[in-house]
């Protein structure tokens, strides 16, 4: 089983609509959870990290829930420009390196 | 933005080849990462380093090495390139909280 699990999709949503997107993980020791974009043949960039509490940015909201181990990002009133893959990522115990997803895919359309 | 660079950009190179990629970040991390991504794949940990003179082999095997003589700078060796070493390679550092920023990457092609 792998570590951190996505719904590669491709989640096609008109603009204006709300999309949300899980990810799963295996190790319930995990300590830090974060959301990253990644465009077309281009490197991931960091969208936001998870906290316990949940937290907001703008159109984003990201949730944790560890009793059934997985992380939630929500996107309202996407833009053609939310069009990316996102990729969820989660430190391990003990260590600084990051587990990531296989990403999921969102296309917005007109 | 993160301040974290690597050159070069794009390398076109045949079998047998020596290469060098370089990764340099001005943000004073300690910890630094090279991971390796082909097309609509995931991220896959091939070297880290959490200081000078410290480095680890990640997750997914790799037949290159790492050095790590300064802190700002983290260079991938490949000592004979190969058609199956052609992908894409992301240098990352991060910062106390993990918080991981990568640079542009480098798209390796083995001809």
């Known amino acids: 089983r792998k570590e951190v699990e996505q719904d590669p999709g491709p989640f096609n949503v008109p603009e204006g609509a709300t999309v949300a997107f899980n990810c799963t993980y295996s190790?319930?020791?995990?300590?830090?959870f974060f959301w990253y974009r990644q465009d077309c043949r281009k490197e991931p960039k960091l969208l936001m990290s998870?906290?316990?509490s949940g937290n907001e940015d703008g159109r984003f909201t990201a949730q944790l829930n560890r009793a059934s181990q997985y992380i939630s990002l929500l996107i309202r009133d996407s833009k053609l420009s939310d069009s990316a893959t996102y990729l969820c990522?989660?430190?391990?115990?003990?260590?600084?390196?990051?587990?990531f997803g296989k990403g999921t895919s969102l296309l917005v359309t007109p | 933005e993160a301040d974290i660079y690597q050159t070069p950009r794009y390398l076109v190179i045949g079998t047998g080849k020596k290469i060098t990629l370089e990764c340099s970040q001005t943000?004073?991390?300690?910890?630094m990462y090279w991971y390796q991504q082909d097309p609509g794949m995931e991220l896959h940990l091939i070297h880290y380093?959490?200081?000078?003179?410290?480095?680890e082999k990640g997750d997914l095997s790799s037949e290159s090495t790492v050095s790590r003589i300064r802190t700002e700078h983290f260079p991938l060796t490949l000592e004979s390139a190969r058609p199956s070493h052609t992908s894409q390679y992301l240098c990352?550092?991060?910062?106390?909280?993990?918080?991981?920023?990568f640079g542009p990457g480098t798209r390796l092609t083995v001809t």
């Open positions: 943000m004073g991390h300690d910890k």
């Open positions: 990522a989660v430190r391990a115990v003990g260590g600084y390196a990051l587990n």
């Open positions: 990352a550092s991060s910062d106390p909280g993990a918080e991981q920023y």
């Open positions: 998870v906290y316990s």
């Open positions: 380093s959490y200081g000078v003179n410290s480095t």
């Open positions: 190790n319930s020791a995990s300590q830090s």
